[in-house]
């Protein structure tokens, strides 16, 4: 993978205590889930970095008399739109680093971008800016912590946490995954006739 992307800021260890922490879902710690891996020490070892594609764009709009800018983002993966304000963090990509392919195109992220913004200053008060043209685009990768464990009955299952802010993600970035795995294992896999 070549290009910018948000740094890691939420390393491993403090990751895994995220993950593993007391809740109502593992009965306050009674009930852990068990990691689908374990490395010789008996420590967990089926947490990894995914790198999740964004779409941003630079919005000039006219705003009291005055041109200004608006930087906003759109999930490659579900179309999930936000104000970016992390441009100055961002870097350039770790050798290493395989991001998950785009599902989104850029047209269509475009026009969610256009929708988004349109939202946000409708639910603004006050002057609202008039939105005139996009003045800038660029692609990037945000990380995302995945910890594989294991649920009642042993069936596999993944977390998902942010790995730049440390926030828990929701539902649809962890679909989001699955889905991208699903894809690319039937890549992977030659087809049988049938």
Do not use: C
Not at 164 to 191: C, H, K, N, W
């Amino acid at each position: 993978m070549t290009g910018q992307v948000l740094p890691v800021r939420i390393d491993a260890a403090h990751a895994l205590r995220r993950f593993r922490r007391r809740r109502f879902v593992n009965l306050f710690g009674f009930w852990p889930h068990p990691p689908a891996k374990v490395d010789a020490a008996g420590n967990p070892a089926s947490l990894e970095i995914v790198w999740m594609p964004a779409y941003a764009y630079r919005f000039a709009m006219f705003h009291k008399g005055k041109q200004v800018y608006s930087l906003v983002s759109v999930d490659a993966s579900f179309g999930g739109f936000s104000l970016f304000g992390r441009r100055g963090e961002l870097e350039d990509a770790p050798a290493d680093a395989e991001g998950l392919p785009p599902t989104i195109g850029e047209a269509r992220a475009e026009e969610l971008a256009r929708e988004g913004i349109v939202r946000y200053i409708l639910r603004t008060r006050g002057a609202k800016p008039n939105p005139e043209d996009i003045v800038e685009r660029f692609t990037y990768h945000a990380p995302v912590w995945v910890y594989y464990f294991r649920r009642l009955g042993g069936k596999l299952d993944l977390a998902v946490l942010d790995a730049y802010s440390g926030d828990a993600m929701g539902g649809l970035v962890r679909r989001s995954i699955v889905e991208a795995f699903i894809a690319q294992r039937a890549a992977r896999t030659p087809a049988t006739p049938s």
